[in-house]
Nanobody, 124 residues
Framework: QLQLVESGGGWVQSGGSIKLSCTSSQRYLDYYPIGWFRQAPGKEREWISCISSRGGVTNYADSVKGRFTVSRDNTQGTVYLQMNSLTPEDTGVYYC?????????????????WGQGIQVTVSS
C-alpha cells in the first residue's frame, strides 16, 4: 500500500491561492493515479479532482472547476493541486488518495490508499 503525505496547506485570505503537494513516504508516486478530496467542518468528504498516471486525464468537481488545477511531475514523484480564487467555502481538510493501480490511463473510481489530510483555511 502507498503511504501518502499531503503538504502545502495553511491559511490564506479569500481570493488567495494555495498549492498542495501529494507524495509518498516510502516510494515515488510516479505513475499512480491520484484523487483529491476535501472535508469541510460538519460535512461529508467530497471528491474534488483526479489525475491519471501520466496526467492525460484530469477531472474536477463543479465546485472547483476553473479555479483548481491538478498536475503531476512523475520525475519528482509528486502530484499537485493548485487552488486559486479561494473562498471560505473551500476551507477544510484536504486529502490525496490512490487506487494503487500504477500506470492506469484513467482516474480512479475507487480509492484504497489515503493520506492523513492537511488543513486549508480561507478567511473572509
Amino acid at each position: 500500500q502507498l503511504q501518502l503525505v499531503e503538504s502545502g496547506g495553511g491559511w490564506v485570505q479569500s481570493g488567495g491561492s494555495i498549492k498542495l503537494s501529494c507524495t509518498s513516504s516510502q516510494r515515488y508516486l510516479d505513475y499512480y493515479p491520484i484523487g483529491w478530496f476535501r472535508q469541510a467542518p460538519g460535512k461529508e468528504r467530497e471528491w474534488i479532482s483526479c489525475i491519471s498516471s501520466r496526467g492525460g486525464v484530469t477531472n474536477y468537481a463543479d465546485s472547483v472547476k476553473g479555479r483548481f488545477t491538478v498536475s503531476r511531475d512523475n520525475t519528482q514523484g509528486t502530484v499537485y493541486l493548485q487552488m486559486n480564487s479561494l473562498t471560505p467555502e473551500d476551507t477544510g481538510v484536504y486529502y490525496c488518495a490512490s487506487d494503487g493501480d500504477r500506470y492506469s490511463p484513467s482516474c480512479p473510481t475507487t480509492y484504497r490508499d489515503w493520506g492523513q489530510g492537511i488543513q486549508v483555511t480561507v478567511s473572509s
